[in-house]
């Protein structure tokens, strides 16, 4: 009766775990920890959602349970969201689910569809779920290059051709979390034109579509002629409106796996409290200037973050899209890898990280920062950085940390 359960062994130890009693024990010393390593948005929801939720709540009809797979009103306003922003026509009755989040979504669906020793190809690193969600569903996942270059579609034949059982699904994930790498319409297309041709699924993660700071919005993969006869979407209000914590996603896509997914959720929940849904119908039916505000300050952050960091000493690269930026690690600390280089950084800087390697091994050489404070705290973590990185610990004696 002692031994770990089956799928628990499958599942490493997640990786703040070893950061946050860290940062707890530092907090309870007094330290003021300046915390990058979450995606978890500090800005207020607007508005005029929080006035709907709470005029809808004062109605004892909507405390009632609600419907898996998201009320009418909902999936009809995702259906418009998707017509207006992409072109992309929906059927809100047989091609959209509202899920609990994206993440929530992406589990249920890899369960409704694995089957044990089932391959699945995912990026390295890329977001857990998109992993661990096959895992636990008895998957076995091969990892994908992140970067949607001139690499990809050579690695994914490559892997097609030498997967036994021939992989079921390609997960894609852009713009990407952690590394905020972005995709074209022109990748969509041939990554559809292949996994048609050889009867694999797609399975999209859009949640930082409306995150982005170039000129042009990042595209669907279900903009792609052809796409709806193999391909999900999931995308999330977490960011977009600063709703994380309303846990509000959807599924999108191709009427069988969204059959499946549904089916599974029926078991599962009954979906979100119906004055929440309410005002996610508030939100998608109204302005973009919300958005268009939102996506304005995680822009100043960036650069406030890039150009803070860069006179510190610490070189980040330019994210185009999501609340991430993704750091190779300095050179003089590299040794560390991201694990021991982010528990160095709350002890001697205060600053709070998430580690690369938590997104996958081939991420371990990179941290991830988020643009979750206002711009003086960021000022304040680059300053505190500066003086490890000029200290006598940045000349590459550095010893690892324990846990």
Not at 112 to 122: E, F, K, R, S, Y
Not at 156 to 169: E, F, G, N, T, Y
Not at 345 to 350: D, V
Request: proline share 8%; with cysteine.
């Amino acid at each position: 009766m002692s031994e770990v359960f089956h799928r628990i062994r499958r599942l490493p130890p997640y990786v703040f775990e070893h950061i946050n009693p860290i940062k707890a024990k530092a907090r309870a010393e007094g330290v003021d920890i300046i915390d990058l390593g979450m995606g978890n948005p500090d800005l207020p929801t607007p508005e005029h959602i929080v006035n709907k939720l709470k005029e809808t709540v004062a109605d004892p009809r909507t405390h009632r349970y609600s419907t898996s797979k998201g009320i009418p009103g909902l999936r009809k306003a995702q259906a418009s969201y998707y017509g207006r922003r992409f072109g992309v026509k929906l059927n809100p009755d047989t091609q959209v689910v509202a899920t609990l989040g994206s993440k929530e979504g992406f589990a249920n669906m890899a369960q409704a569809i694995t089957a044990p020793g089932d391959v699945v190809l995912v990026p390295n690193p890329t977001y857990p779920i998109h992993s661990f969600g096959f895992i636990m569903s008895g998957g076995v996942v091969r990892s994908m290059p992140a970067d949607p270059n001139e690499d990809f579609m050579r690695s994914l034949d490559r892997a097609v051709r030498h997967s036994i059982p021939k992989p079921i699904a390609l997960v894609l994930n852009y713009p990407a979390n952690p590394t905020a790498y972005t995709a074209d319409l022109d990748f969509y297309t041939e990554v559809v034109k292949y996994c048609k041709a050889n009867d694999i699924f797609i399975l999209s993660d859009l949640a930082y579509s409306e995150i982005y700071f170039d000129e042009a919005p990042p595209p669907s993969v279900l903009q792609v002629p052809g796409a709806m006869d193999i391909a999900v979407e999931f995308t999330s209000m977490s960011k977009t409106y600063s709703m994380p914590g309303w846990r509000v996603g959807f599924a999108v896509g191709n009427e069988r796996l969204i059959a499946a997914l549904a089916r599974v959720k029926s078991y599962l929940d009954y979906g979100a409290f119906t004055p929440i849904q309410v005002a996610a119908v508030a939100a998608l039916n109204g302005s973009d200037e919300v958005v268009d505000e939102v996506r304005k300050i995680y822009k100043h952050r960036r650069d406030v973050m890039v150009e803070s960091f860069g006179r510190a000493g610490w070189s980040i690269p330019v994210p185009r899209a999501t609340m991430f930026a993704w750091a190779p690690i300095p050179d003089q600390f590299a040794h560390l890898g991201s694990l021991e280089f982010a528990k160095l950084l709350i002890q001697e800087t205060g600053v709070g990280v998430a580690p690369g390697v938590g997104f996958g091994e081939y991420g371990d050489q990179y941290i991830r920062l988020a643009f979750v404070e206002n711009e003086q705290r960021i000022r304040q973590a680059a300053r505190n950085v500066k003086k490890l990185l000029g200290g006598k610990t940045g000349q590459g004696n550095v010893v690892p940390l324990k846990a």
